[in-house]
């Protein structure tokens, strides 16, 4: 199940390049590793929740919520698979910065360092990464048509730009400039084989897709073949 260790030791397992992840604030102000904010099978909410009442949630499979810590303790096994931290959006301003600055404390006494990069919708977010560490890598998050263009992210000090299919399908120039700037790309959701051919084709730079093993497999067989 996603944002589990297990599901990370799977990615690992299958030789990805990085894993993203989610992080929430619980109704207690403490961070956790979930996707939310519905818990599944239930009407209840990560942020209606305290941090021991979502640890002891059961998850599909008979899961749990790992803590930031047990994450990353997990993610250092692999040095060279970067971890992808999500921000989720929290409904304040003071809530968004306690779990920004939470997070990055812990990556900071984990020595994390280059593994860790972050990742969010909220350009405040990506503000406030910058503010803690101005040398974090960061990836602004978008969707649609409207999106940002890479001289932007260049302006903004994001190292990289996420854009769905449909914003990508409806802005290709920004690959090209993306490349010419020097700022990654990413695709997601990358779940079937034509979104990734698109994906290389238009040279977009990562696939982010729920299925790790079988993406991995695909693209060396296409890499082999070019």
Request: contains cysteine; aromatic residues 12%; charged residues 25%.
């Amino acid at each position: 199940y996603e944002n589990t260790v297990k599901s990370l030791r799977y990615a690992q397992e299958a030789g990805v390049d990085a894993v993203e992840f989610d992080v929430q604030l619980t109704s207690d102000n403490k961070v956790i590793v979930f996707h939310g904010p519905k818990l599944p099978g239930s009407d209840l909410m990560i942020y209606d929740m305290t941090f021991e009442q979502a640890r002891a949630f059961k998850l599909p499979y008979g899961l749990q919520m790992p803590t930031l810590e047990e994450y990353f303790k997990q993610a250092k096994k692999c040095p060279e698979i970067s971890v992808v931290l999500e921000f989720k959006k929290q409904k304040t301003l003071e809530r968004n910065r306690t779990m920004v600055e939470q997070a990055m404390a812990v990556a900071k006494k984990m020595n994390m360092g280059k593994q860790v990069e972050y990742t969010t919708f909220s350009e405040t977010i990506c503000r406030m990464i910058h503010e803690i560490d101005p040398s974090a890598k960061v990836i602004y998050i978008s969707t649609g048509v409207h999106v940002r263009d890479a001289a932007y992210a260049k302006s903004q000090g994001y190292n990289g730009i996420s854009y769905d299919l449909n914003a990508w399908m409806n802005r290709p120039e920004i690959a090209r400039q993306a490349r010419e700037l020097g700022i990654e790309t990413t695709l997601w959701m990358a779940n079937d084989y034509e979104v990734i051919d698109w994906a290389i084709l238009h040279d977009i730079d990562y696939v982010s897709t729920d299925f790790p093993a079988k993406a991995v497999k695909y693209m060396t067989g296409v890499k082999e073949y070019r």
